[in-house]
């Protein structure tokens, strides 16, 4: 079974960064994707960022890109998010997803999550101004 726990959320000013960290386990394919959405109060759940276990390949929703940096330590099975010059809009829950194993384009990931397989709990990000 799949375990997805994320962690490394917290209150920070704007301007600020965060590292989150998403640690998946049972994992049954080397083939993955590990991916992080975030829900606003009142707002859908959107795609932010998602790697691809083999070849490191990336993708960002644009209101991220520059901002944010998603990197995988294959050896700890554990996915990072980088989170750089934060702004008030990014406070958000925010969850870790794999998909196992991939099968989908980075674009239809991070626009529609049940194509996901497994989520986490999430973790919380608050950016005050």
């Known amino acids: 079974e799949v375990d997805v726990v994320e962690s490394g959320g917290g209150l920070v000013q704007a301007g600020g960064s965060l590292r989150l960290s998403c640690a998946a386990s049972?994992?049954?394919?080397?083939?993955?994707?590990i991916g992080w959405f975030r829900q606003a109060p009142g707002k859908e759940r959107e795609g932010v960022s998602c790697?691809?276990?083999?070849?490191?390949?990336?993708g960002y929703a644009d209101s991220v890109k520059g901002r944010f940096t998603i990197s995988y330590d294959n050896a700890k099975n554990t996915v990072y998010l980088q989170m750089n010059n934060l702004k008030p809009e990014d406070t958000a829950v925010y969850y870790c997803?794999?998909?196992?194993?991939?099968?989908?384009?980075?674009?239809?990931?991070?626009?529609?999550?049940?194509?996901?397989?497994?989520w986490g709990q999430g973790t919380q990000v608050t950016v005050s101004s």
């Open positions: 790697i691809s276990s083999t070849d490191g390949s990336t």
């Open positions: 049972g994992v049954s394919s080397d083939d993955h994707a």
């Open positions: 997803a794999v998909e196992v194993p991939r099968r989908s384009d980075f674009s239809l990931l991070l626009r529609y999550r049940l194509l996901w397989d497994y």
